[in-house]
């Protein structure tokens, strides 16, 4: 009797035991596949191209631009790192209205982001730095020997006027005198029309003899260039700057140059002024008229500068992309005030020091773009949500 009771016990218990191992298989198998089955129901929002993030789609395809296929933009692998990473920053960064300003200094449809420094290597990003320097301009512009007889003819008439003053200065008959200042008056106003300053007016007064360079070239001739500068460079060109000239018949020789006037009268057609330079060397080359290549060395000012290769112009704005702590970018729009045959000026948006791409622009670029059109995405569901 007592081991019908041993084995009754011992059965209930099995089976009780049995229960609840299937009870948790069936709890397991439930957990399970409501994971697997959320996992298979999510959905992609978006497709867009890694190179063109304007190209989007809500299905899978191929760019409409360059032929990559589309790629899901939630499953971007750094960027929802990125998107945490920068929003503990933004919560870490202080005012509103220091945010504010970060924003209105982006260029339009882009965004901050990240690149490990492996990513930096492989895409060959290259960084320079802001500096504040002396900047020097290389104002190149076409030339001619100066053929000029009307500004001969000019400077013969007011050496003739003054030497009529010499005659007539002691004259009795006021008039006389009159009429001879009035005449040294006009032909130095001629002069200035034509180009010359008031210290080359007083200097051909010295020298008591008009220059025959402006005729003929020849030994012992002061030759003079006329350079057709725009308007733009004008107001970097100053008496005294020294030229280089060059041209075919010099055959590889350069010549030394210094600028003496420039015009006040601006050519309507051409929007360029005449400015002359007077050779400081001779030779047998040169004649009248021949066309040569003129390039003026001009400073422009201490600014704040950055590599010409930094600068990315979309027509209608430019920017730069400056690269923060720990491998982030952020793209700033600028304000150029100048070019140098190197380097940009740039008004305010930058400090001395700060280190911006000069190489792999056009990657960084494309990566901006497209964490643009990712946060665009995001906060849009994010209202929705």
Same mark, same amino acid.
């Given at each position: ?19 609840? %191992? ?57 960027? &929802? ?69 009307? +500004? ?76 057709? %500068? $725009? ?18 018949? +010099? ?38 008229? &021949? ?5 003026? $060395? ?22 730069? $992309? ?11 729009? %600028? ?26 622009? $056009? ?15 995001? &906060? ?6």
């Amino acid at each position: 009797m007592k081991s019908k009771i041993i084995i009754a016990t011992v059965s209930v218990v099995l089976l009780v035991l049995g229960v609840s %191992v299937f009870m948790m298989g069936n709890h397991k198998m439930d957990h399970s596949g409501h994971k697997s089955g959320d996992k298979s129901q999510k959905k992609v929002s978006k497709y867009i191209c890694p190179m063109h993030p304007q190209i989007s789609s809500d299905k899978p395809g191929s760019c409409s631009i360059c032929g990559m296929d589309l790629v899901p933009a939630d499953q971007e692998e750094e960027h &929802s790192d990125h998107d945490q990473e920068e929003h503990e920053d933004s919560q870490n960064a202080g005012s509103n209205q220091d945010h504010q300003t970060m924003e209105s200094q982006k260029p339009e449809n882009h965004a901050g982001f990240k690149l490990s420094l492996k990513k930096q290597q492989m895409i060959g990003v290259k960084i320079g730095k802001v500096q504040k320097k002396e900047l020097f301009k290389s104002i190149s512009a076409p030339g001619r020997i100066a053929f000029d007889p009307e +500004l001969y003819t000019a400077q013969s008439e007011y050496l003739e006027a003054l030497k009529q003053w010499r005659r007539v200065r002691n004259s009795p008959i006021s008039a006389v005198r009159e009429n001879t200042n009035q005449m040294i008056k006009s032909s130095k106003i001629r002069l200035k029309v034509l180009g010359l300053s008031d210290d080359q007016i007083k200097d051909l007064a010295k020298k008591g003899s008009q220059s025959e360079g402006l005729l003929v070239s020849g030994k012992g001739q002061d030759n003079w260039i006329y350079a057709d %500068v $725009f308007e733009v460079d004008l107001p970097y060109i100053k008496k005294g700057l020294s030229a280089k000239i060059t041209a075919n018949f +010099l055959q590889g020789k350069t010549l030394s140059g210094e600028v003496i006037s420039v015009d006040q009268v601006i050519s309507t057609d051409t929007r360029t002024a005449k400015v002359r330079i007077k050779l400081l060397e001779k030779d047998t080359s040169i004649r009248p008229e &021949s066309y040569v290549n003129v390039t003026i $060395f001009a400073p422009v000012g201490k600014h704040l500068s950055v590599p010409l290769e930094a600068i990315m112009d979309t027509g209608r704005e430019a920017f730069i $992309f400056v690269k923060k702590d720990k491998g982030k970018f952020e793209p700033r729009k %600028v304000n150029i005030v100048l070019e140098t045959n190197s380097e940009a000026a740039l008004l305010g948006g930058v400090e001395p020091g700060e280190e911006v791409v000069v190489g792999a622009n $056009f990657m960084l670029d494309s990566e901006s773009r497209l964490k643009s059109v990712i946060q665009g995405g995001d &906060s849009s569901s994010g209202h929705n949500h």
